[in-house]
């Protein structure tokens, strides 16, 4: 079986040989990949103004023996005119594209992350609170990866630990409140305020129709901010350009 049946989002493209075009897009079952799209620089080609950044896509993908991509055929699902139309919404957009592809490897098995995308996207194309909503994705898309721990077990003892018996905390380690008194120079990380943890995990556990009810302020905001720098800075992940359109535009 070589062809499937995928969704998809695109993240950009260009021309290929003289008609064609490379189309890069995440999808739900091969992560992200390159796919030839034939033709599709011609006026009159069926993928005209569907397979364009930041839609989301059904296609049909002819992959070949030697693993090279075709698209075949694409029915348009979502194109997010919000987010097109405003460009501080587009720079989130962007950069949302951007992480996904610069922190996933083409690989099975990645509906999780692109759902997350897509919610996300469909989530920012509402325009309510779209930064904050970013900042959520963001810590999603890392606990995804495995590079946010899941804070459940003592740095020090290693007994499972309630998270409101937590006494300190890092971007990598929680100790408890026993170990804490013995063990404080164990603990390298930077440390954050106690409250921050705990919401963390509420946006970790709920999806963004109940984190966007969160009275949130500009302090935390700015935690939150530190707390993925840091995250960022500790696994030399690569910065992502359309961020600094972000901050012009917020
Ligand atoms: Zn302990």
């Given at each position: 079986m070589r ?5 998809g989002v695109v ?5 290929k040989?003289e008609?064609?075009r490379l ?5 739900d079952?091969?992560g992200?990949i390159?796919?030839t799209?034939?033709?599709a620089?011609k006026p009159?080609s069926?993928?005209?103004g569907r397979?364009?950044p930041m ?7 002819y992959k070949s ?6 698209i ?6 979502e ?5 097109k ?17 610069k922190?996933t490897y083409?690989r ?6 692109f759902n ?5 996207l469909k989530t920012?194309?509402?325009n ?9 994705f963001k810590?999603k ?9 899941s ?5 020090a003892?290693n ?6 018996k937590?006494?300190i905390?890092g ?5 408890c409140?026993e170990c804490?008194?013995?063990?404080q120079?164990?603990f390298k990380?930077k ?7 705990r919401?963390?995990n509420?946006?970790l556990r ?7 009810k ?7 905001i700015e ?7 840091e995250i960022?800075e500790k696994?030399d992940?690569?910065s992502?350009?359309?961020e600094k359109?972000i901050?012009?535009?917020?």
């Open positions: 062809y499937f049946k995928v969704l993240s950009g493209y260009k021309p040989n008609y064609d189309i890069n897009v995440f999808t079952y091969f992200k390159s796919a799209a034939k033709y620089q009159t069926p993928f005209v397979l364009n839609n989301v896509c059904g296609l049909n993908i023996a030697k693993g090279k991509f075709t075949t055929q694409c029915v348009l699902i194109t997010f005119e919000n987010i139309n405003n460009i501080a919404l587009l720079s989130i957009g962007f950069a949302i594209l951007e992480i996904a592809e922190l083409q099975l098995g990645m509906k999780k992350y997350l995308i897509y919610k996300t920012v194309n509402k309510v609170k779209p930064y904050f909503v970013y900042l959520i810590i898309f890392l606990y995804m990866l495995g590079l946010i721990p804070f459940k077990h003592c740095v003892c007994k499972a630990i309630d998270i409101n937590i006494q905390w971007i990598e380690n929680v100790m409140q804490f008194k013995n063990n120079d164990r990380d440390i954050f305020e106690k409250n921050m943890l919401f963390i509420f946006i709920n999806n963004y129709e109940k984190n966007l969160i009275k949130i302020s500009k302090k935390e935690i939150l901010e530190v707390f993925l720098h960022w696994h992940l690569p992502i350009n359309s359109l901050k012009q535009m917020i």
